[in-house]
């Protein structure tokens, strides 16, 4: 009896540990599958929140402000001393570039201001601070402005770029900008990337430093003025809104500055073939009644560069060039260009 007994109880215990033993299996299965259940949904929120992240936003009152470009201003001498450290972190190399201090500051350019007297003060670059700050190009006016001037040298590529200087920068550095880690900066409505020690290539700095503007063709004549007149081909009183010059047909047509293709029309019923280059600072030229064109939407072009060819497609009496000066797509009087 007792050996039944103990042959029950051996069976029973068996069972038991089987039955615990199949617990705990299953409770680390479950504590396993948990872990790996969270890691699972934490790492690709981390990655969708690094892709998402909101640009840091760079606000004129969030910032300390300097007042004057001298000694005498406290927030000035600070700056100076970030300025100095960074210079030295960044002689290193790219190893100790990291160790460097972003830090921002906002100043309110003087009458007396250019950006190459805030470069001299400052130890930043002009690149820098155009970049950053919009300015398309050195004619631009940056008196009475204000401006962000930070304390690492380099310059800020648009990530939507829309002038001809941010167009060029972002085609020129396109891998980079797509595969930095920076963070993207939000300032006036436009998102940045920040390339730390980059500076203007030779191309971006002529567009930057070329402010003149120059006569679409070798030689003018002028058959009809900016203004009122009646038109040849009307024969009422219109406003013409640009100038018209005689030439040959095939005569060859410049730039009259740096920029932009923005529109190529062929076979207009009023312009016939015609260009439109966008400029800094609002400004558009317009050339139309070509008889070819040599450029093509989205093309960048350099000041005296052949865009095209005198002609009288479109509604014209002959063969001349139609050349417009628009601001803001408002047109203006272009005898600045040719009356100088």
Same mark, same amino acid.
């Given at each position: 009896?007792?050996?039944?007994?103990?042959?029950?109880?051996?069976?029973?215990?068996?069972?038991?540990?089987?039955?615990?033993?199949?617990?705990?299996?299953?409770?680390? %299965?479950?504590?396993?599958?948990?872990?790996?259940?969270?890691?699972?949904?934490?790492?690709?929120?981390?990655?969708?929140?690094?892709?998402?992240?909101?640009?840091?936003?760079?606000?004129?009152?969030?910032?300390?402000?300097?007042?004057?470009?001298?000694?005498?201003?406290?927030?000035?001498?600070?700056?100076?001393?970030?300025?100095?450290?960074?210079?030295?972190? %960044?002689?290193?190399?790219?190893?100790?570039?990291?160790?460097?201090?972003?830090?921002?500051?906002?100043?309110? %350019?003087?009458?007396?201001?250019?950006?190459?007297?805030?470069?001299?003060?400052?130890?930043? *670059?002009?690149?820098?601070?155009?970049?950053?700050?919009?300015?398309?190009?050195?004619?631009?006016?940056?008196?009475?402005?204000?401006?962000?001037?930070?304390?690492?040298?380099?310059?800020?590529?648009?990530?939507? *770029?829309?002038?001809?200087?941010?167009?060029?920068?972002?085609?020129?550095?396109?891998?980079?900008?797509?595969?930095?880690?920076?963070?993207?900066?939000?300032?006036?409505?436009?998102?940045?990337?920040?390339?730390?020690?980059?500076?203007?290539?030779?191309?971006?700095?002529?567009?930057?430093?070329?402010?003149?503007?120059?006569?679409?063709?070798?030689?003018?004549?002028?058959?009809?003025?900016?203004?009122?007149?009646?038109?040849?081909?009307?024969?009422?009183?219109?406003?013409?809104?640009?100038?018209?010059?005689? %030439?040959?047909?095939?005569?060859?047509?410049?730039?009259?500055?740096?920029?932009?293709?923005?529109?190529?029309?062929?076979?207009?019923?009023?312009?016939?073939?015609?260009?439109?280059?966008?400029?800094?600072?609002?400004?558009?030229?317009?050339?139309?009644?070509?008889?070819?064109?040599?450029?093509?939407?989205?093309?960048?072009?350099?000041?005296?560069?052949?865009?095209?060819?005198?002609?009288?497609?479109?509604?014209?009496?002959? *063969?001349?060039?139609?050349?417009?000066?628009?601001?803001?797509?408002?047109?203006?009087?272009?005898?600045?260009?040719?009356?100088?």
């Amino acid at each position: 009896m007792y050996q039944l007994w103990l042959m029950c109880f051996n069976m029973s215990s068996r069972s038991y540990f089987r039955i615990v033993k199949k617990a705990s299996v299953r409770a680390n %299965a479950l504590a396993g599958l948990k872990f790996f259940f969270i890691l699972f949904l934490s790492v690709p929120f981390t990655l969708f929140s690094q892709e998402k992240q909101q640009p840091v936003k760079l606000s004129f009152d969030s910032l300390p402000e300097i007042k004057n470009l001298s000694r005498t201003d406290v927030i000035y001498r600070q700056f100076c001393q970030v300025v100095d450290y960074n210079a030295k972190e %960044a002689a290193k190399g790219p190893d100790y570039y990291q160790n460097q201090i972003e830090e921002y500051y906002s100043y309110t %350019a003087k009458e007396t201001d250019d950006l190459l007297s805030i470069h001299a003060a400052t130890g930043i *670059p002009y690149d820098t601070i155009a970049t950053l700050n919009n300015i398309q190009d050195n004619s631009e006016k940056i008196q009475n402005r204000k401006l962000i001037i930070p304390t690492i040298k380099g310059i800020y590529a648009e990530l939507n *770029p829309t002038s001809t200087l941010q167009i060029l920068i972002s085609r020129e550095n396109a891998e980079f900008v797509a595969n930095s880690n920076s963070p993207c900066y939000n300032f006036n409505g436009h998102n940045y990337k920040f390339l730390s020690q980059k500076r203007l290539s030779s191309t971006q700095r002529a567009f930057f430093l070329d402010s003149s503007m120059s006569l679409p063709l070798d030689s003018i004549r002028i058959t009809s003025e900016y203004g009122y007149r009646t038109s040849p081909v009307y024969r009422t009183w219109k406003f013409h809104k640009g100038v018209d010059f005689g %030439a040959k047909e095939g005569t060859q047509v410049y730039a009259c500055k740096g920029g932009t293709v923005s529109t190529c029309i062929k076979n207009d019923p009023i312009f016939g073939n015609y260009i439109i280059l966008s400029h800094s600072g609002g400004m558009t030229s317009v050339y139309a009644h070509l008889s070819k064109i040599f450029v093509t939407k989205g093309e960048i072009v350099q000041k005296g560069k052949v865009i095209g060819l005198v002609g009288q497609t479109g509604k014209a009496t002959g *063969p001349h060039l139609h050349f417009e000066i628009r601001q803001n797509g408002i047109a203006t009087d272009p005898s600045f260009i040719y009356e100088r």
